[in-house]
């Protein structure tokens, strides 16, 4: 299964109000990232938080990690109508010979209604 | 904005037919990778890459199939369309560091649909 899981599946707010989504992972990571990806495109990188971070902030995003609850969450403030997307965490791992591998979770699709 | 490129973005093809999609990078970067999405689903990654000739496979079993010639270049191959391939197939890259996260720049997707 997944490394990663998002929740809610799916939200949908008011422009100006704010978004908050939550990705789960399973095992220990070194960091994680938040990607966004508008319909039909390739996935654009947004944050990145190191596992001794808590929390980190870029424009109107903030991103928390609780490495204890193996959690992350992404703040978006004064949401606009261009924030529609769906939105992933991405979490690495340490596989076979040493090499990285990265998991990404399964998306929260966010609708901001003008 | 991010410099790799994939052609075609729409495929339309019929069953048993071979198709490759194109997918290149000009960053130099080490890393490539393949992932399947079925609309408003997961990522899965099927393949990745981390230089020249090499290969791997990754989560999700895919019956296409990969090459790494050249380092800006990194082909998906199916040599017999089924409707069960009918998706959108992302590529992306990255530098190739240990220990840190790296940054993985998407392609805009081929979606192919399969008849």
């Known amino acids: 299964s997944q490394q990663g899981e998002e929740d809610p599946q799916a939200l949908s707010i008011q422009e100006g109000e704010n978004a908050t989504m939550n990705c789960s992972y399973k095992t220990s990571i070194n960091n994680l990232q938040w990607y966004r990806q508008n319909s039909g495109r390739g996935l654009v990188h947004l944050i990145l938080i190191r596992s001794n971070e808590r929390e980190k902030h870029s424009g109107r995003l903030r991103v928390t990690l609780d490495t204890s609850k193996k959690s992350s969450s992404l703040l978006i403030t004064a949401s606009r109508a261009a924030d529609t997307a769906s939105y992933f965490c991405?979490?690495?791992?340490?596989?076979?010979?040493?090499?990285?591998?990265?998991?990404f979770g399964t998306g929260t699709k966010l609708q901001v209604i003008p | 904005e991010a410099d790799i490129y994939q052609t075609p973005r729409y495929l339309v093809i019929g069953t048993g037919k071979k198709i490759t999609l194109e997918c290149s990078q000009t960053?130099?970067?080490?890393?490539m990778y393949w992932y399947q999405q079925d609309p408003g689903m997961e990522l899965h990654l099927i393949h990745y890459?981390?230089?020249?000739?090499?290969?791997e496979k990754g989560d999700l079993s895919s019956e296409s199939t990969v090459s790494r010639i050249r380092t800006e270049h990194f082909p998906l191959t199916l040599e017999s369309a089924r409707p069960s391939h009918t998706s959108q197939y992302l590529c992306?890259?990255?530098?190739?560091?240990?220990?840190?996260?790296?940054?993985?720049?998407f392609g805009p997707g081929t979606r192919l649909l399969v008849l």
């Open positions: 991405a979490t690495d791992a340490i596989v076979q010979g040493g090499y990285q591998k990265v998991t």
């Open positions: 992306a890259s990255s530098e190739y560091y240990t220990g840190v996260l790296e940054t993985q720049y």
């Open positions: 960053m130099g970067h080490d890393k």
């Open positions: 890459s981390y230089g020249v000739n090499s290969t």
